[in-house]
T-cell receptor, first 114, second 114 residues
Framework: DAGVIQSPRHEVTEMGQEVTLRCKPISGHDYLFWYRQTMMRGLELLIYFNNNVPIDDSGMPEDRFSAKMPNASFSTLKIQPSEPRDSAVYFC????????????FGDGTRLSIL | KNQVEQSPQSLIILEGKNCTLQCNYTVSPFSNLRWYKQDTGRGPVSLTIMTFSENTKSNGRYTATLDADTKQSSLHITASQLSDSASYICVVSELTGGGNKLTFGTGTQLKVEL
């Protein structure tokens, strides 16, 4: 079975530009999570969805960040406008039947804002 | 403030040896504790999830223990292999009135050498 698929794997852009990260969860999984990982702060949960509905977005750092899940097989995380401090690896994960079930992570998008 | 502290920060062992990683937490109310393995450049992979009532859980050569009274967990790796070289992250889930919250440790970087 295919795992969680994220795109792009790498993104380099200039500050002020809009950045869109994409995620395809594992088929049949009803929870989807977006994380950010940096050397300074480690892993942070940004937002999670259940059945395409955002449940908790308290980890989203600023209004510049937004996430959508238009259907069960696709989610986006958008940063507009981007800033250098947004540089990080962004992970998407999915799980089946509950927040506390094992989460399956994608390999992340490495984002560099110049 | 809820915290998860891992020790040691880094560790080097010889192939075939055993090792134990520690995780102490102050998260309350406790829901569950998770151990993840993260290879360089990859997303985290779930090793174990333990609830309050579970003292030990194994996944192959990985055995996690939990003492909910002292708020301590350990991850024991038996007969280490070169492929065990990775970062090991402890994550504690808190169940609040507002839903589930995760607190992340900063990880233990393990290197297994010949």
């Amino acid at each position: 079975d295919a795992g969680v698929i994220q795109s792009p794997r790498h993104e380099v852009t200039e500050m002020g530009q809009e950045v869109t990260l994409r995620c395809k969860p594992i088929s049949g999984h009803d929870y989807l999570f977006w994380y950010r990982q940096t050397m300074m702060r480690g892993l942070e949960l940004l937002i999670y969805f259940n059945n395409n509905v955002p449940i908790d977005d308290s980890g989203m750092p600023e209004d510049r960040f937004s996430a959508k899940m238009p259907n069960a097989s696709f989610s986006t995380l958008k940063i507009q406008p981007s800033e250098p401090r947004d540089s990080a690896v962004y992970f998407c994960a999915s799980s089946r039947n509950g927040f506390n079930q094992p989460q399956h992570f994608g390999d992340g998008t490495r984002l560099s804002i110049l | 403030k809820n915290q998860v502290e891992q020790s040691p920060q880094s560790l080097i062992i010889l192939e075939g040896k055993n090792c134990t990683l520690q995780c102490n937490y102050t998260v309350s109310p406790f829901s569950n504790l998770r151990w993840y393995k993260q290879d360089t450049g990859r997303g985290p992979v779930s090793l174990t999830i333990m609830t309050f009532s579970e003292n030990t859980k194994s996944n192959g050569r990985y055995t996690a223990t939990l003492d909910a009274d002292t708020k301590q967990s350990s991850l024991h790796i038996t007969a280490s292999q070169l492929s065990d070289s990775a970062s090991y992250i402890c994550v504690v889930s808190e169940l609040t009135g507002g839903g589930n919250k995760l607190t992340f440790g900063t990880g233990t970087q393990l290197k297994v050498e010949l």
